[in-house]
């Protein structure tokens, strides 16, 4: 089942900060443990446009808080530190991964949109029945080449997943915690945003259409799923791959497909919506990580 594959794929990382008492006085950390926290609720079990766009506000408020533990004087004197000036350029090497992967997801959201927005039309004018399923085709031949370029997505967050911030002991001092606090809310927060940017590919892939002559090979087998006891193992993508099945079919049959094209018209409408909330919650963390970047970099400029 489609979703099967997101639970496999997606682990969100569930522990909290553990932050010592003297760092757990200062205000920012506090705040910043709070937001890491509240991910412990997150539902990463279905990569829905709900889940996504909790998510990634979730996320924008984590860099705010973050933003501020970078500018506070105590934060501000422990990197300026020239014996820790690697951990910070290794923090820079990871908010550029971070920032090309966000990119990566808003061109695709993006894509996705004008092709759900084009189909639409289509649908509104009232076009032929020729004309409505070379529609349809264009729709589905777009999924499945976008398909390729997720796919090259998921192995760079994977690859970035495995090259972790370090902080072994010798590049920090014991006795600094609140650096080692720092460098801890880094290296979560990073792990987070890859499992968020994850859960946007897996929502425009889902369900992956490994797909037969014709392109509708897997939701034929998992029409009969959908139907059993309201079970709902579609997101809003999936949703109007069914209804473009059955619009598809009725077509096929020169059977009157007015009804079925209501029906997929409605669902390009909710996905066109979701996709919106997800668009401007995407270009809202981009900006957060554009900050957080330079606010880095003014550590090493000052």
């Known amino acids: 089942m489609a979703s099967t594959s997101a639970v496999q794929i997606m682990q969100v990382p569930q522990r909290s900060i553990s932050l010592p008492a003297s760092a ?10 709070g937001e890491l926290n509240k991910f412990k ?12 766009q909790n998510g990634l506000t979730r996320l924008a408020e984590l860099y705010n808080c973050i933003e501020e533990l970078i500018q506070s004087p105590c934060t501000q004197k422990a990197l300026r530190n020239q014996q820790h000036k690697k951990l910070v350029e290794e923090a820079l090497d990871t908010s550029i991964g971070l920032l090309d992967a966000c990119t990566k997801a ?15 039309s289509a649908l509104r004018r009232r076009v032929g029945a020729s004309s409505m399923d070379s529609n349809v085709h264009a729709y589905i031949s777009f999924r499945r080449k976008s398909k390729k370029n997720i796919a090259k997505c998921l192995r760079a967050l994977k690859k970035a997943e495995s090259n972790s911030i370090k902080s072994s002991s010798d590049m920090l001092d014991g006795n600094d ?8 809310v ?3 927060s990073r792990a987070l945003t890859i499992s968020i940017f994850r859960s946007i590919l897996l929502f425009l892939t889902m369900p992956e259409l490994k797909t037969k002559a014709g392109g509708w090979s897997l939701i034929r087998k998992l029409m009969p799923v959908a ?9 809003e993508v999936g949703n109007v791959d069914v209804a473009l099945f059955l619009l598809h079919g009725q077509i096929l049959k020169n059977n009157d497909a007015k009804f079925d094209a209501q ?3 409605r669902r ?23 900050q957080n970047r330079v606010s880095l970099l003014n550590v090493l400029t000052p």
């Open 24 to 33: 757990r006085l200062h205000p920012n950390a506090l705040k910043v443990e």
């Open 41 to 52: 609720t997150w539902d990463s079990s279905f990569s829905s446009s709900s889940s996504i």
């Open 106 to 120: 808003r061109e695709l959201i993006l894509m996705m949109k004008e092709q759900a927005q084009d189909l639409q």
């Open 177 to 184: 915690q609140h650096l080692s606090m720092v460098i801890n």
């Open 186 to 188: 880094l290296r979560d």
């Open 227 to 235: 139907s059993k006891g309201g079970q709902e193992i579609f997101n």
């Open 263 to 265: 029906i997929a018209h």
């Open 268 to 290: 390009l409408e909710t996905l066109g919506s979701c996709i919106k909330g997800v668009e401007s919650r995407l270009d809202c963390l981009f900006r957060r990580l554009i």
